[in-house]
Each structure stands twice: as structure tokens, then as C-alpha cells.
């Protein structure tokens, strides 16, 4: 066990917060594993038959999630910044009709279609900012009144009615990478797709070799780096493999390209920008980043844009998949959005979280969701699963938050963690307590 | 005195924190009828004390063993010391704003009848306990629309209406104005003839002079002594000569200060309270500050200090009516927080944890928070420069943590204010205002403290100090403002000033001075 533990601190770090995302990614393969070996079992058939990690299986299941997903980034943004934002399914359905209609009523082309609903987005986004940043009402409230407010717009536009959409539009949620090239037996964009991913994992590992150096901190074995790159990259050629071996036609989906590289972008701005710093000190303590220099104001307007920004996208890339824009767009999307936030790791009270956090917890939800179904499980079932997940999700966070750790879904593995940090008596000078007894005496 | 019977006893009683020993081997006698005083310094141990014997700290989390009333007792909670008759009353008040003086009194010992809320028996025993504590309020009246003063009379009545045997009151005059704590004291001493006896921490000397019978003193979670007042002939050098075990003089690092010009200077400053409008918190004030000069800030509770530092650091407190700030020679307009960062003045707050520290961050991004423009290019951090500008402050100022990256949560009060101090150095000020800097925080702390402040000076930046403890301001200012009531009353140079003068210009308009 100790070896265990001693491999997984050499590997993805020694650091609480690298100590839960492992936790997470753990227990993601790990229910990804189960449900393939229950299908396959199902079918009476061997493990690699299993139904889960069929390339059409992860196809649609990229597809029909890519714009949960994209929600995911910016309500984990909303949230770190200690807010909640209940409108983004609404917001979704009125910018879908807006724009299918506008296609198909003033014959708008599709790439100006995209651009006008990206626009709507930032107009109902800077509505929603100006209530919660400028006049100070709680964004649970403002969002509250989103929700009714934009989904009734949605059928007041659309006369309740469903309006379809044109193929070019389509292709931003139900398209694929095209064929190209020789003909390999595989998608050629796909796989050039993953050799890129595959370089990137090298380059960023080296980089942070690079980092740690400059830092003057204990450089990582050469082995655990090779570990790292040889695991990563056996991931990435597996999954490019299947999505590239699909049915013909079929290959990486457009919708997920997209959120790839929303996913990239958004990690490096929340992670290694100064804007992105503002929204976490905006979110640990408001008083304190606004005695730092931080404006409030703008860092709290800026993230409920954002989310209707992404909203307005999440909407347009469903509406291409189902080929049409209907009255029930987006429902319940809110729900998932912070649902996957939370089992990701973000806390309730603002300030902690992150992109990749929201993503893995999102794809914990959608494998549940669609292992669940090939297994043949009812919707009621489902539901009542999920939110027992979320639930226990959040419960761990919490009674792992009193016990003075981190983490959601790395309790799960807790034998496998490393022990809770022990304050080194060194690290306290005397007359310290513990943070919670002032010491007033 | 010493006749009457042994109400508490404690004995041996140890309480260690991971890492720090707060209490060892701790005994305390508290007679039956009296007030028993317990004094120390910040972080000697007075509310750990206190804590244990309430069951804060419940019974196994210490060691050592506590008699009260003649039996051995165990308390898991503080529910079970309140029924046995010890109430605290912290210094934080425990009150709920916006519920009447009624409700407050009764919060969790509600009178019921048939399992409803007995309101109109609840009514008159509030009217009843309010007249014991001397208060001639409506019992319906809200605690929000009551003084601080009354408030605390409030919470005695509340500790009465739970049968109280033994009252410990943590600090009960430190928010209080003199004719308040006169009063309050009064009431004690009534208690007393009616044989409730009461335990106070207490940091004013001259009332415990006047009011205890007997006195411990920890020092660094030790009982150093217990004296009878009368009998043992204590004065205020006693008790101090106690506290601190040795003869006071080095407790501030010797400095030679080098001042030069005038560079920073606010001139008729006036501002009123963000929510009541006709309520002024800064009447026309107006100050400098040369370089290389450590200024202090001397005032009572409440007389406007930090409302003055806060509404001349880019307005973050009240709405602005009036004045100007000069520097360097020219007007300038701090309009908002990030106006004066950039105009080189940094704000160091008196509440650390509530509006000075993010307290989920790191060390390192807490050092950087406020001005990540000198580690970022184009609005991207660099994570090297980073690391190293923290790691720097963390060697110069002696950060106790192992590396940068543990949680500042973690970290000491003395350490947090460390981490405070060196996010404000990151911004290269010259003129830094800090507020409280050594509030709550050991003697040892206190000292490197007050070395960085001096060898902020010697930089030639200008220093403003704002601090509730005279002994503090006249060991490290070299002049000292005084101000009472939202006015700068006195401005004395910090060698000529001694606690009798500044505290007179502390409780008195110039005029009042002047007849």
C-alpha cells in the first residue's frame, strides 16, 4: 500500500488538490470499467465486447453531452465566484429559437446565424451581470427570474412551436471531422487529432519539469516522468483509435472539438491568468480581494456573461444535433451543469474548483447515465441514482472539509491517499491554534 | 475573604494544540462570592482557561481535574456548564441583531407552556432580569437599536436567566466607553454582595485594581501567581511585573529614525457613515506623513481610526463628503482601491481573516494577491516568479511554514499577519497604513513585527500605525496623532508622549482640552 501511495505521489503530485483530481480521474476509470464489464456481461460476452467503450458508444456519448459540458465551464466559474446560475438551460432554449429562426425566417446563413446567437448570449449575459454585479441582487434570485423569464421568451418567439434547422448548422453538433487523405481504415483528422494531444502531453510534461527546476524544488525522477507520458499517452491513442475506427462517416465529433478547445482555453485563463486569479479571490473572500485591488464588480459581471455566452453556444450546438429548436429545449440543463460542478469538487461556498474538476465530474454523470440506460435501466431509475450521487458526492466534501481535507470522489479512495497533511509542529510557532479559537486570552 | 468556601477549583490542567502547549499544569481557586481576576498577555492562555472549564474543550481534550461546588465535574459540552450554573459571556457578543431584547434573553431556554413559546411569562422574567442588570429598556426593543453597552447588559441578563452561579465575563469593558464600563463594573460589584461570584479577563489593569479580590496571572499557559489585591498590596506595576516576568523596556527593538520630508498629506477629510446619512465618521481631518516617519494612530473604540484609514484608501469605507490628498507635492484622487494601490499606499487591515486574507490561498498567492501585474506579462502569470517573489518574503520576514505552498489557514496569527505584511510590501508602497498590526498575536511575534515596520521606515516609506495599545504606539512612533469622535484631537511627538496624556486627548474634543 505504501508503495502505492509513494507511486501515486511521484506521479500526479504530492499536493491535495493533484491528490483529488486523481481521485476523480480514478473514479471515473473505475465506472467506466464497471459498466463496460456489466454490459459485457449482459450480452455474454468477453470484456473487450462490452457495450461502454464501443466507438459508437463513445461517440454519442461525447455528443450527447459535449454541451452539458460546455455549461460545466462556465458554471464552475460562476461558482467559484460564489454564485449559482439557474437560467443557462432557458437561456439556451430562447437563443436556439432565436437562431433557427432567424435562419429560417430571414434566410440568415448559418456561420452569421452562430454569430448573432453568440450576440444574444452577450445581451442577456450583461442583463443577468448588470443585476448581480451593479445592483447587488443575489444571482440566485436574478437567475430565478431568467429561468421563467427567457423560457417563456423562448415560446413566445417560437409559438411554442418546434422549427428546424438547415444541415450546414446541423454540423456543429451532430457533424464529424471529415475524411481526408489515403484511405488508412481510420479517420485521418482523428488520428492527426491525437497524435497532437499526444505531443502536447510530452511538451507540457517536460515543461513542467522545467518549471520545478526554476523553482529550485526537487526535480522529478526521470521515471515517474515516463510513467506519467507512457500512461497518458496510452489513454489518448486507445481513445483516438476508437473514435477514429468508427463507423464510416462517424469520427470525432465537432460538438467535442469544441469543447476541447473551450476546455483549454478556460483552464489556461482560470489557472494561469490574472483575470482568472480575481474570480477565485472574488470567491474565497470578496472583502479581501476588494481591499487587494480587485474590482468586484466587473469580476462578478464578467462571469454571468460568460455563462450566458456559453449558454448561448451549449443551446446552438443542441439545436444543430436534434436538427431542429423546440419549447423544451434545455430543460433541467442548470441541474446538470451544477451537479457536475459539485461532484467535481468545487465548494458550495465559492472560491475552490476547477475547469478539469467540472469536466471529469461531468463525464462521471454522463457515463452513469448512459451505462445505466445500455444496461437497461429505467429513467426513474437513473434519476433517483444520480441524485443519490450528487448527494454523496457533496456529503463526503463536506465531512471531509470538517476533518480538515480536501476532496469529493477521492474519499471514495482513500486507501490510496496519502495520509492528511500533519501539521508539522515546526510550521506553527508557539501560541498558535487551530484557526477556529481566537485567541483573545 | 478567604473564609468563604471553594466554589472551582482546577487542577493541573494541561490543553495542548498540535505543535503548542497553550495551558500546563494550570491551577486556579475561585472562593465562593468573589470576583477572581485573570490576567496575562495575548496567547497566555486566559481563554483556553476559560474554554476548559465551560466545556468548549470538553472533558478528555485536556488533562488535569475540576471540582465546582465540592464534586468532581466532566463537562462534554457547554450546554452541561450552563445547566450547572457557569455562564461565559465573551467578548464577541453572542446576540442576535435583529430579534428583540425578549427573544435574545430567552435563545434556547425558552419558558413553555404546553410545549408553545410562553411569551408573556417570557416578557415579564426579561423585565424582571432587566431591572436586576439595571437596564430600563422596552424588552421588545431590537438589539440592533441598543448601544454596545447595553448589549452586554443584555447578555448578562441572558447568562440570569439561566440561573447563573458562576459568570465569567472574557474582556466586558474592551468595546465599552467609560461611563458604560463604570456601570458595568457597579453591577458586579452588586452581584458580588449577592453572592454570585464572577470570574473576568480583563486587559485593564486600573479595573481590575478596583474591583477583583483576587488575581492569577498566566503567563505563557502557565499560573504564575495568584494575589489577593488587598493583602498582597497589588497595583497596576504588580500585575504588570506578572504578566510579562520581567521589567518592561524591551519589548520594542531600538531604532534611530531617519525622517525626512513631508510626502503625504490628507486635508480636511470628511466622511459619513455608509447607511445612516447624517451620522459624520471623519469631521475634517487632516494629517501627514514624512518619510521614514512611523506615525501613530491613538483613539479609543470607535472613534473613527479605521474608518479614517479605510475612506482614504480608494473610499473602501463610507461615502466620501469632502477633503483632498496630496502627495509628493501634487493632489491626487483615490477613487477606488486599485487608484491607490497604484499611487503606492497599502492598507493592512486590523481583521486579518475576515478582509485581509484569503484564507482558502497559499502563501504564495496570497504574497502576490495584490498586485499581480509585477508577476504576470499580458495578463499571464508566471508561476516561477511567482514562487520565488514569495519564497523571498517568506526567508525575509521569517515565515514559519515549510515551503510556500502550505494554506496561510494553516498558519499562526503571527505568521497570517506575516503573510499580510509581505502582500503589501509586494506592492512597493510608500506609505503603508497598518491597522491593529500585532492584534492577537504573541510577544514574540509582536517584536519581529514591530523590527519590520521600523525597517520599513528605514527605506524612507512612511508608516501609519493604528493601534488600541498606547504602550505600543509610544514604544515604535515617532509622533502620534489622537483621535476622538471622528476628529484629530492631538498630535504629540512619540517621545513626549506618555498613556495619561494621550488618553485624555483620546476622551475629549480640543476644546474640552482647552477649558
Redesign the interface.
Known amino acids: 500500500m505504501s508503495r502505492f501511495k509513494d507511486l501515486q505521489k511521484n506521479l500526479f503530485g504530492g499536493t491535495t488538490s493533484n491528490a483529488r483530481q486523481f481521485g476523480m480521474i480514478f473514479t471515473l476509470v473505475a465506472i467506466v470499467l464497471l459498466f463496460q464489464f456489466l454490459t459485457a456481461r449482459n450480452l455474454g460476452v468477453g470484456f473487450g465486447d462490452g457495450l461502454t467503450l464501443r466507438s459508437d458508444n463513445l461517440i454519442a456519448l461525447f455528443q450527447q453531452n459535449s454541451y452539458i459540458l460546455i455549461l460545466a465551464i462556465g458554471m464552475l466559474m460562476v461558482i467559484v465566484a460564489g454564485h449559482i446560475d439557474l437560467s443557462v438551460g432557458s437561456i439556451a432554449a430562447l437563443v436556439g429559437i432565436l437562431v433557427a429562426k432567424s435562419m429560417a425566417d430571414w434566410s440568415l446563413p448559418w456561420p452569421a446565424a452562430i454569430l448573432l446567437g453568440l450576440g444574444c448570449g452577450a445581451v442577456i449575459g450583461a442583463w443577468q451581470g448588470f443585476w448581480v454585479a451593479y445592483v447587488g441582487v443575489p444571482a440566485f434570485i436574478v437567475t430565478l427570474a431568467g429561468m421563467l423569464l427567457f423560457r417563456g421568451a423562448n415560446q413566445f418567439v417560437g409559438n411554442a412551436d418546434t422549427i428546424p434547422v438547415p444541415k450546414g448548422f446541423q454540423n456543429i453538433g451532430a457533424g464529424f471531422l471529415p475524411e481526408i487523405g489515403p484511405d488508412t481504415g481510420y479517420n485521418n483528422l482523428t488520428l492527426l487529432l491525437g497524435l497532437a494531444a499526444c505531443v502536447a502531453v510530452v511538451w507540457r510534461e517536460l515543461q513542467a519539469r522545467r518549471t520545478r527546476k526554476e523553482m529550485d524544488a526537487e526535480p522529478t525522477p526521470m521515471w515517474v516522468s515516463g510513467i506519467r507520458i507512457a500512461i497518458m499517452i496510452a489513454v489518448l491513442v486507445f481513445v483516438t483509435l476508437r473514435f477514429a475506427g468508427g463507423r464510416v462517416g462517424t469520427s470525432f465529433p465537432i460538438s467535442g472539438l469544441i469543447l476541447v478547445v473551450l476546455v483549454i482555453a478556460y483552464s489556461f485563463y482560470t489557472r494561469n491568468t490574472a483575470g482568472g486569479r480575481y474570480i477565485y479571490a472574488v470567491g474565497g473572500n470578496s472583502r479581501a480581494a476588494e481591499l487587494s485591488g480587485v474590482k468586484l464588480k466587473r469580476v462578478n459581471f464578467f462571469v454571468m456573461t460568460n455563462m450566458s455566452i456559453l449558454a448561448a453556444l451549449a443551446g446552438m450546438i443542441f439545436v444543430a444535433r436534434s436538427a431542429a429548436s423546440g419549447p423544451q429545449d434545455g430543460l433541467n440543463w442548470e441541474l446538470d451543469a451544477i451537479a457536475a460542478v459539485f461532484i467535481g469538487g468545487a465548494a458550495v461556498s465559492g472560491g475552490i474548483g476547477t475547469i478539469s474538476g467540472s469536466i471529469v465530474g461531468g463525464l462521471v454523470m454522463a457515463v452513469l447515465n448512459n451505462g445505466l440506460q445500455l444496461l437497461g435501466v429505467g429513467t426513474d431509475r437513473v434519476q433517483i441514482i444520480k441524485g443519490l450521487v450528487l448527494l454523496l458526492a457533496v456529503a463526503l466534501d463536506v465531512y471531509n472539509k470538517s476533518q480538515g481535507r480536501f476532496s469529493v470522489i477521492g474519499s471514495i479512495t482513500r486507501p490510496f491517499r496519502r495520509e492528511a497533511p500533519a501539521e508539522p509542529a515546526s510550521s506553527l510557532e508557539a501560541g498558535s491554534k487551530p484557526a477556529k479559537t481566537t485567541v483573545a486570552g | 475573604m478567604t473564609t468563604s468556601p471553594i466554589l472551582l477549583e482546577m487542577r493541573s490542567i494541561t490543553k495542548e494544540?498540535?505543535?503548542?502547549k497553550?495551558l500546563s499544569d494550570v491551577n486556579l481557586v475561585v472562593r465562593s462570592g468573589e470576583i477572581h481576576a485573570?490576567c496575562?498577555e495575548?496567547?497566555?492562555?486566559?481563554?483556553?482557561?476559560?474554554?476548559v472549564l465551560s466545556g468548549v474543550y470538553p472533558h478528555g481534550s485536556y488533562s488535569g481535574e475540576i471540582s465546582y461546588q465540592g464534586s468532581e465535574i466532566r463537562f462534554s459540552d457547554i450546554r452541561q456548564s450552563e445547566r450547572a450554573g457557569i455562564v461565559i459571556i465573551h467578548?464577541e457578543l453572542a446576540l442576535i441583531p435583529d430579534m428583540s431584547i425578549t427573544e435574545n434573553v430567552f435563545l434556547g431556554n425558552e419558558p413553555r407552556k404546553r410545549g408553545a413559546i410562553d411569551w408573556k411569562s417570557a416578557q415579564r422574567q426579561a423585565r424582571d432580569l432587566l431591572a436586576r442588570v439595571g437596564l430600563s429598556e422596552d424588552p421588545d426593543t431590537l438589539i440592533k437599536d441598543i448601544g454596545v453597552g447595553k448589549q452586554q447588559l443584555v447578555e448578562i441578563a441572558k447568562a440570569f436567566a439561566k440561573d447563573v452561579k458562576l459568570l465569567i465575563l472574557?474582556?466586558p469593558t474592551a468595546a465599552l466607553n467609560e461611563t458604560d464600563s463604570q456601570h458595568l463594573l457597579d453591577l458586579l460589584r452588586g452581584f458580588r454582595e449577592r453572592g454570585v461570584t464572577s470570574i473576568m479577563?480583563s486587559h485593564k489593569l486600573n479595573e481590575i485594581e478596583a474591583i477583583a479580590d483576587e488575581i492569577t496571572i498566566?503567563r505563557?499557559g502557565k499560573a504564575v501567581e495568584t494575589l489577593n489585591i488587598k493583602r498582597d498590596g497589588v497595583d497596576e506595576d504588580r500585575i504588570v511585573r506578572g504578566m510579562v516576568g520581567r521589567e518592561l523596556g524591551n519589548r520594542f527593538p531600538d531604532h534611530v529614525p531617519k525622517i525626512g520630508e513631508v510626502f503625504f498629506e490628507v486635508r480636511d477629510w470628511t466622511v459619513r457613515h455608509p447607511i445612516s446619512a447624517e451620522r459624520l465618521v471623519c469631521k475634517g481631518e487632516s494629517f501627514q506623513v514624512r518619510h521614514g516617519e512611523i506615525v501613530g494612530f491613538a483613539g479609543l473604540m470607535g472613534a473613527g481610526r479605521t474608518e479614517l484609514a479605510m475612506s482614504v484608501?480608494?473610499r473602501?469605507y463610507g461615502v466620501y463628503l469632502g477633503g483632498r490628498i496630496f502627495k509628493d507635492g501634487k493632489e491626487i484622487q483615490l477613487k477606488?482601491?486599485?487608484d491607490?494601490?497604484h499611487h503606492g499606499m497599502a492598507?493592512v487591515?486590523e481583521d486579518r481573516?475576515?478582509?485581509?486574507?484569503?484564507?482558502?490561498?497559499d502563501i504564495k498567492?496570497s504574497t502576490v494577491?495584490?498586485?499581480?501585474?509585477k508577476i504576470?506579462k499580458h495578463?499571464?502569470?508566471d508561476?516561477?516568479a511567482e514562487?520565488?517573489a514569495a519564497e523571498a518574503y517568506r526567508r525575509e520576514l521569517r515565515i514559519?511554514?515549510?515551503t510556500v505552498?502550505?494554506g496561510v489557514?494553516?498558519?499562526?496569527?503571527?505568521?497570517q499577519q506575516k503573510v499580510v505584511l509581505a502582500?503589501w510590501m509586494f506592492t512597493d508602497p510608500d506609505l503603508l497604513i497598518l491597522d491593529e498590526p500585532t492584534r492577537?498575536?504573541?510577544v514574540?511575534?509582536k517584536y519581529e513585527i514591530y523590527g519590520i515596520i521600523q525597517r520599513l521606515a528605514d527605506q524612507g516609506k512612511g508608516v501609519i500605525v493604528i493601534s488600541s495599545e498606547l504602550p505600543e504606539l509610544i514604544g515604535i512612533c515617532d509622533r502620534i496623532y489622537t483621535v476622538f469622535e471622528g476628529q484629530i484631537t492631538g498630535d504629540i511627538a512619540g517621545r513626549d508622549a506618555d498613556p495619561e496624556t494621550l488618553m485624555k486627548q483620546m476622551t475629549s474634543t480640543k476644546k474640552m482640552q482647552a477649558r
Open positions: 494544540f498540535p505543535g503548542v497553550a485573570i496575562g495575548n496567547g497566555a492562555g486566559k481563554s483556553t482557561l476559560v474554554k467578548q472574557d474582556e479577563i498566566l505563557d484608501f480608494g473602501s477606488t482601491v486599485a491607490a494601490i492598507y487591515s481573516k475576515a478582509i485581509g486574507l484569503n484564507l482558502l490561498d498567492a494577491a495584490a498586485k499581480l501585474s504576470s495578463g499571464v502569470l508561476e516561477v514562487h520565488k514559519k511554514a515549510p505552498d502550505e489557514s494553516k498558519l499562526s496569527g503571527g505568521n502582500k492577537g498575536i504573541d514574540g511575534a
